[in-house]
């Protein structure tokens, strides 16, 4: 029987990747699956508990730069950041993050998070046409403003900084994806020393001063991987977020309109139904086996790569009730939008707060908000990393 192939960037399976992965639950919660010929041998995880399992299983290593487990791809500075590292260095590199990257300074955005949202409106507002992509109207400038100004870079060339972006989380054939590793790696190297030379008070400069209680501080390198880790997750996932939530609402008239009639009573739980049921992270990055292991009954070589299924996981009936109904009266508690254990996602209160605010100035400014037919059929997103669309035609 050929292993199934998450990788082709199959139209059917991009255009909806839940069919696949509850075909694959239907026979476990661990399968044997192609990727690509580096990742070989690959498991794949679709099972709730399984997965829980996975995302803080010792046995399973994030850390693949030594060169003896993805041999022939050489590490760059972008890749000296904490998602990509291991206790105790993952642990080192967090507390030091923590330090600075604290609930105190989420929430001292959130004014500045509202405005930046009523200003890319007005200008929706203003277009004679009543029609744009909402992605390039609200969702892509949104989290890209907002981090870019959290970490201090508020110039931040957004041109090509998406392009690499993109191509990092989904790369294309055109541009192999460690291309766009290095080239953004320069990039951010050349940011980071410029907010040495000129610090503010911002993120970037904060953690450039940080020091913890023995004086250990993060290295230019580190600091570097973590310009890296916080600007693309900081702004990616965000965009899919915004997208996926507003498109989930829209083809659920029913739930928008209870939305609309309570949005301080069912607001924050709509958010955490939109990262369950669509969320903007499909699989969670590689992990490797350390050792011979066992999981979901599925028997793991050591030295193979483990791949998550958020999407899948989030989908397991033996989890939620109904899961492929969108319910925003749901208690979807315990959802893995954001992972789990070690590495749960450190900016999930800053995509919190910006889907809430986004999702609720866009209802209310637009009541007749709809998908637009002109727009034409949804250009997904490629690749198993992210679950998205690449433009989002609106009307209202």
């Not at 992270?281 to 599925?298: C, F, H, K």
Request: overall charge negative; some cysteine; aromatic content about 6%.
């Amino acid at each position: 029987m050929p292993l199934p192939d998450i990788s082709a960037n199959d139209a059917d399976f991009l255009t909806d990747p839940h069919s696949f992965y509850a075909r694959l639950r239907a026979t476990g919660p661990v399968h044997h699956v192609e990727v690509t010929a580096e990742y070989a041998p690959t498991y794949l995880v679709v099972g709730y508990d399984e997965a829980r399992r996975a995302l803080a299983h010792p046995g399973l290593a994030k850390d693949w730069s030594s060169g003896a487990i993805l041999p022939g791809i050489t590490a760059t500075q972008a890749n000296r950041n904490m998602l990509e590292a291991d206790p105790p260095h993952h642990t080192r590199l967090r507390r030091l993050v923590a330090r600075e990257f604290t609930s105190r300074r989420v929430q001292a955005m959130r004014p500045r998070v509202q405005q930046i949202t009523d200003d890319l409106l007005d200008a929706m507002a203003a277009r004679p046409q009543r029609t744009a992509d909402l992605i390039k109207a609200l969702a892509f400038p949104l989290p890209m403003t907002v981090i870019g100004e959290l970490l201090g870079v508020p110039g931040l060339d957004r041109e090509r900084f998406s392009y690499w972006s993109k191509e990092v989380v989904a790369p294309t054939s055109a541009t192999p994806s460690t291309t766009a590793h290095h080239k953004l790696g320069e990039y951010l190297a050349e940011l980071v020393a410029a907010k040495a030379k000129d610090p503010g008070d911002d993120l970037l400069s904060a953690l450039i001063r940080t020091r913890d209680e023995d004086g250990d501080a993060l290295s230019p390198e580190e600091l570097i991987g973590m310009a890296f880790l916080l600007l693309v997750a900081g702004h990616e996932t965000t965009v899919n977020l915004i997208s996926n939530g507003t498109r989930a609402l829209l083809a659920h008239p029913d739930q928008l309109a209870a939305l609309r009639a309570d949005y301080d009573g069912l607001l924050d739980g709509a958010v955490e139904e939109m990262l369950r049921y669509d969320g903007p992270v499909q699989n969670a990055t590689y992990r490797y086996a350390r050792e011979d292991m066992e999981l979901g009954g599925t028997a793991i070589p050591a030295g193979a790569t483990v791949l998550v299924s958020l999407a899948g996981a989030d989908r397991d009936p033996g989890r939620y009730g109904d899961p492929d109904t969108f319910d925003i009266r749901r208690a979807p508690q315990g959802h893995l939008a954001f992972g789990h254990g070690l590495h749960f996602c450190i900016g999930a209160p800053l995509a919190r707060m910006e889907g809430r605010i986004a999702i609720r100035a866009l209802l209310e400014r637009f009541p007749d908000l709809a998908e637009d037919p002109a727009g034409g059929p949804p250009d997904h997103i490629g690749g198993s990393l992210i679950r998205g669309v690449t433009r989002l035609p609106v009307r209202w």
